[in-house]
């Protein structure tokens, strides 16, 4: 039993993560000074190791959350570009139409940019109220307000349509400011009785009609009419003062219960062929079929009549409910989006990154520190890439991820008198960075999410980890002394309950602190220009902070907390900005870039 405690406890001695190296530092052949002293050595080998509990749990939710979206929602068809797809369907006047639409591929073998929309992706339309998109919208809504009901003459069906869409050698268009010329012979629909006067939907008998039909508005109505519903013939919600349904068909709302009985005009009694189908990311309505709306993959309302009567983006968005109506307030996408991936390729890469870097990471600055800094990089990075691209759906904790390459940085910063060859180290490191912020440059991966995260990472990295010391780089040749060498915390190198206390302790000698403004004016008042008025003000804060690690703190705190207010008061108080370039640090126009996100376009042209 001993020589066995004995093997694990060598194995474990084995495996320990070294100190400013790590699993990263190992792959790229990194190692200690030959020149350390014993007692250095010492202290780097008392350090023990943290148990990763958030990389455990984090990593099996993104596995559990994978395997349910292409469980739910299955793959979506695969390659790198737009997918034509192309079928024969039922269209409005019951013929049958080829139709054709083009749905962006998805190369991480996953589920549908719909369906990840509804896992919980970044996507700004469910977040705010994006202006250029409701300014679609509303424009949707007002040619709407022109439209009429469009009545097959064999009477199998009708639609609500615009007068130009309706044919005419098959089919009349309904329009009450606009009577047909057969309709002169007709009961005028135009005069019929006031909504006001609700006898006859309170159940009065079809042969009293004649004495109310001489009722008539006062301002007839122009808007309307529209297939299926009418203000004169709806029992819930009743059209009575004070609560008249409006002249305008836009604002009507959904008819729950048609009064029955005889005599009712033929736009309510006809078969309605087309109801409204949300067929876009966007929130693009249409008047279709159900056949219609299935084979794009649309969301279908078959109690509305119209497309002003539903809001298409609670079905894009999914998810929880809007708070208030209409308005996308969904601001829980920054969260819930780390956990969702865009297929099995996404998933795998991202286990991979967190199990070599991220829990090798863990083991030194524990559980709290790493939940801190992954939300922190995630959040942030997720809120810039709502700003710049706001039409992208984008999922993923690459922006997470990229806030734990900057803090693999800081460390090594850190132990730089610890390290052999420390510069060429660093250089290793701002590679692999620039390499990803290099392959966010290629369509389907989110370049504005991975420059804020890492941006965020390394400003989250100097605020929450306590053993930096921030030493005087001019004695980085010299063999540390224990007192140089940053000894708190080692045991055990992840306990929160120390972080306050050390960022008020000194981890350097004096000589760590003998050079406060190294390479700025020593003394005297600035002379005038920006330069020197800012080299002033930063020699006053460095003298008024005897401990550098503070004064670190406190610039990385005003400078992180400065830049989260910037990007919520944009974000949040929607405000708009035109950046033609933005998309292009996305995508470049080398490749066939598609909707990156940046600019409103129609993905589906029907």
């Given at each position: 039993m001993s020589k066995f405690t004995q093997h694990i406890k060598s194995r474990k001695e084995d495996q320990k993560r070294q100190r400013g190296i790590g699993r990263v530092g190992q792959w790229m052949g990194r190692s200690y000074k030959d020149n350390l002293s014993k007692e250095t050595r010492k202290m780097l080998a008392e350090g023990t190791d943290e148990r990763p509990w958030f990389t455990y749990w984090i990593t099996t939710i993104q596995i559990f959350v994978c395997l349910l979206s292409l469980l739910l929602y299955g793959f979506a068809p695969f390659g790198l570009g737009m997918e034509d797809i192309k079928g024969d369907v039922m269209d409005t006047t019951l013929s049958s139409r080829r139709v054709s639409y083009l749905e962006q591929a998805n190369p991480w073998i996953g589920p549908h940019y719909a369906d990840l929309i509804r896992l919980g992706a970044v996507y700004s339309p469910c977040m705010r109220r994006e202006f250029g998109l409701w300014e679609a919208i509303e424009e949707g809504r007002r040619i709407e307000n022109r439209t009429g009901c469009c009545i097959a003459n064999d009477h199998s069906g009708c639609y609500q349509s615009s007068e130009s869409i309706c044919p005419r050698n098959v089919a009349r268009w309904l329009r009450w400011d606009k009577p047909p010329v057969a309709a002169s012979k007709k009961k005028n629909f135009l005069t019929h009785k006031s909504k006001s006067d609700s006898d006859l939907l309170h159940g009065l008998n079809m042969s009293d009609f004649s004495a109310l039909s001489t009722k008539t508005w006062t301002q007839p109505r122009k808007s309307g009419a529209v297939?299926?519903?009418?203000?004169?013939?709806?029992?819930?919600?009743?059209?009575?003062?004070?609560?008249?349904?409006?002249?305008?068909?836009t604002q009507w709302p959904i008819c729950r219960k048609k009064h029955e009985g005889a005599g009712l005009p033929e736009?309510?009694?006809?078969?309605?062929?087309?109801?409204?189908?949300?067929?876009?990311?966007?929130?693009?309505c249409r008047i279709a079929t159900k056949q219609?709306?299935?084979?794009?993959?649309?969301?279908?309302?078959?109690?509305?009549?119209?497309?002003?009567?539903?809001?298409?983006?609670?079905?894009?968005?999914?998810?929880?409910?809007?708070?208030?109506?209409?308005?996308?307030?969904?601001?829980?996408?920054?969260?819930?989006?780390?956990?969702?991936?865009?297929g099995v390729i996404h998933l795998a890469l991202s286990l991979l990154f967190q199990y070599y870097v991220m829990k090798d990471l863990e083991n030194l600055i524990a559980s709290k520190r790493m939940a801190i800094l992954y939300f922190a990089s995630g959040i942030g990075g997720n809120l810039a890439s709502a700003i710049f691209?706001?039409?992208?759906?984008?999922?993923?904790?690459?922006?997470?991820?990229?806030?734990?390459?900057?803090?693999?940085?800081?460390?090594?910063?850190?132990?730089?008198?610890?390290?052999?060859?420390?510069?060429?180290?660093?250089?290793?490191?701002?590679?692999?960075?620039?390499?990803?912020?290099?392959?966010?440059?290629?369509?389907?991966?989110?370049?504005?999410?991975?420059?804020?995260?890492?941006?965020?990472?390394?400003?989250?990295?100097?605020?929450?980890?306590?053993?930096?010391?921030?030493?005087?780089?001019?004695?980085?040749?010299?063999?540390?002394?224990?007192?140089?060498?940053?000894?708190?915390?080692?045991?055990?190198?992840?306990?929160?309950?120390?972080?306050?206390?050390?960022?008020?302790?000194?981890?350097?000698?004096?000589?760590?602190?003998?050079?406060?403004?190294?390479?700025?004016?020593?003394?005297?008042?600035?002379d005038g220009t920006t330069v020197s008025t800012v080299r002033w003000i930063w020699r006053t804060l460095r003298e008024k902070f005897k401990n550098k690690r503070t004064f670190y703190v406190l610039i990385s705190t005003i400078v992180l907390s400065f830049l989260l207010f910037i990007l919520f008061v944009v974000f949040f108080g929607n405000v708009q900005f035109d950046c033609p370039w933005c998309i292009y640090f996305n995508c470049l126009p080398v490749f066939e870039c598609h909707n990156q996100g940046q600019k409103l376009k129609k993905w589906l042209p029907i």
């Open positions: 297939c299926g519903q009418d203000p004169s013939y709806c029992d819930l919600p009743l059209s009575v003062a004070p609560y008249e349904w409006p002249d305008d068909i736009h309510v009694t006809c078969q309605v062929t087309g109801r409204p189908c949300c067929i876009q990311l966007q929130g693009l219609y709306c299935d084979f794009v993959r649309g969301h279908w309302h078959e109690n509305a009549t119209l497309c002003s009567q539903v809001n298409c983006f609670s079905g894009v968005c999914g998810m929880v409910p809007f708070f208030f109506g209409d308005n996308p307030n969904q601001f829980y996408r920054l969260f819930t989006s780390l956990f969702v991936h865009a691209v706001p039409y992208n759906p984008a999922v993923g904790p690459s922006s997470a991820q990229c806030g734990i390459l900057a803090a693999v940085i800081v460390e090594c910063c850190d132990n730089r008198r610890i390290i052999k060859e420390f510069k060429w180290a660093l250089v290793q490191h701002l590679i692999v960075t620039l390499l990803v912020l290099c392959i966010g440059f290629i369509p389907w991966v989110d370049n504005w999410a991975h420059l804020f995260g890492t941006i965020f990472g390394l400003l989250t990295t100097i605020i929450i980890f306590p053993y930096l010391d921030f030493g005087d780089d001019n004695n980085n040749n010299r063999d540390p002394s224990p007192n140089t060498v940053p000894n708190t915390p080692l045991m055990p190198r992840g306990s929160m309950s120390t972080m306050i206390n050390i960022a008020e302790t000194p981890t350097m000698t004096a000589q760590g602190y003998s050079q406060l403004a190294n390479g700025l004016p020593s003394s005297g008042e600035p």
